[in-house]
């Protein structure tokens, strides 16, 4: 209690206390501060400690009353809380002032100061300043109860696609990260030939599956299981299952469409490959450079496979190569890509260069690839491929090699490469030995790629120091500092920025 204030009208002069005689300015208590701090507290009622619960895992506060907030120390929203649980306490008074009283972060204690004033005694206002202490105890909030349970789930969404190779799972990881779309799921699980989302609610399953539409050619089918029934109150509590099946062709592959398909794309070449995967299928013709994209419906109403995995791809060496400037395309053809160049070569394979076998292709890398340049691709001459459309096709229309991508040295490039990329924390199984190197090959294609790298963020990797020598390959693609984002790692005992703290 700091003062007595006295109403506007005040006689001149002063009085005697009527307590202990000492001579005052009048006002309507007759009472100095003294006698009148004995008579009345004007705090009386209000709490002055208090109890507050803080769940470490999140690390939020609870409001009741099953609310949990996120609050930095010293923060605005954490002063609103604590005043919230004194509201009820402080109906009969006026709140002045508020403010934080400093306190080691690891006391578990918060401690207000805070002033008040009230009317008492025929109409004289008192003020008074005191200390309300929150004591912190630790409570688990519901979610974190969830995660820990890692069973206690409403929905999931099992993501698959049947491949032997991962890159659209790759790319499609990043997605969630840039998006945030991993945060409110219970637990991440990868299995052998996909990923599975766990969720406490089924509107955040929905969410997660409305991405994956939108981001990757994909179909989705729905199931639920019913748990248990009220009958008194006729509620039903399900799980829900989403399966996401995502087209099985990745970066890369070489495919063969159906003839219909082929004639409803502007009249294409049937033998195709697939340039990248995004939320469609974009094609390229190597034998006319023409491209089309392929949505996820199209796809399942006219469905292809690849004809080859990574691993049967073979290195070829570019013996000679001949630029096709002026390529006349048929009638009703569709699109042709500007950012390739089509050329006829010749190519032999790096292991059979003791033999004078040499194949005669065309490719659409014309304006990457140079003589003695290694070129990854795969041999329609001496494959045996089992495909429904492929075995239909006239013999002379298939190509005898299909060359895929220019080969660099993965060492050198491993090596020079400064910059990473973040990863969803999940539970693997099954996983097979050969991941790094599909991992690598999905780090190159980024590299390769400008397309495909401008959806993801790429961080700058300061832990590792880029190795230059004059035996790099000068041509092989980098990623430029303009693209990287700086990866940046906040630590504060208070958990973000707070407010300026005050001294008693």
Known sequence: MEYMQAPAASSQGNILCCTCGTPIP??????????????????????KSVTAHFCKQCERYLQPPATWIQCALESRELLALCLKKLKGSMTKVRLIDAGFLW???????????????????????????????????????????????KDFWKAVVQVRQKTSH??????????????????????????????DFYYATKQHALKMVDFLQCTVPCRSKTSQRLISHDI??????????????????????????????????????????????????????????????????????????????PRQLEEFIVMDTDVIRDQKLGAGAGLRSNKHTLAEVWVQKTSELNTS????????????????DLVLGFDFANSNVNDEYLNKMNPHHVPDVVLIKKSYDRNKRAKRRNWKLKEMERDREGLDTDDERQYQDFLEDLEEDEALRKNINIFRDTSKIPVESDTDDEG???????????DLSITDATGGEGADMMMD
């Not at 200390?131 to 995660?147: K, L, P, W």
Request: glycine fraction near 4%; aromatic fraction near 6%.
């Open 26 to 47: 009048p006002n309507p208590a007759n009472m100095c501060v003294a006698c009148l701090r004995t008579q009345v507290d004007i705090s009386e009622g209000i709490p």
């Open 103 to 149: 306190t080691e972060p690891h006391s578990k204690r918060i401690k207000l100061k805070i002033t008040i004033q009230k009317e008492v005694m025929n109409g004289a206002i008192l003020q008074q300043v005191f200390v309300t202490e929150f004591v912190v105890q630790y409570q688990m909030c519901d979610d974190c109860h969830r995660v820990e349970a």
């Open 357 to 372: 076998q040499q194949y005669h292709c065309r490719t659409f890398l014309g304006h990457l690839l140079n003589i003695g």
């Open 232 to 309: 008194h109150s006729n509620t039903f509590n399900y799980k829900s299952t989403y399966s996401m099946d995502i087209v099985p062709i990745c970066k890369d592959n070489v495919v063969c469409l159906p003839p219909r398909l082929a004639q409803s794309l502007g009249n294409m070449g049937q033998v195709c490959v697939c340039v990248r995967v995004t939320s469609t299928i974009h094609l390229i013709d190597p034998r006319t450079l023409q491209i089309a994209e392929v949505d996820g419906n199209t796809y399942w109403r006219s469905p292809f496979n690849s004809l080859c995995s």
């Open 166 to 195: 991962k890159k659209t799972f790759y790319y499609l990881e990043q997605l969630i990260l840039k998006h945030k779309l991993h945060q409110n799921a219970l637990n991440i699980k990868e299995i052998h030939d996909g990923i």
């Open 476 to 486: 092989a693609p980098r990623i430029s500092l303009m693209e990287m984002l700086e």
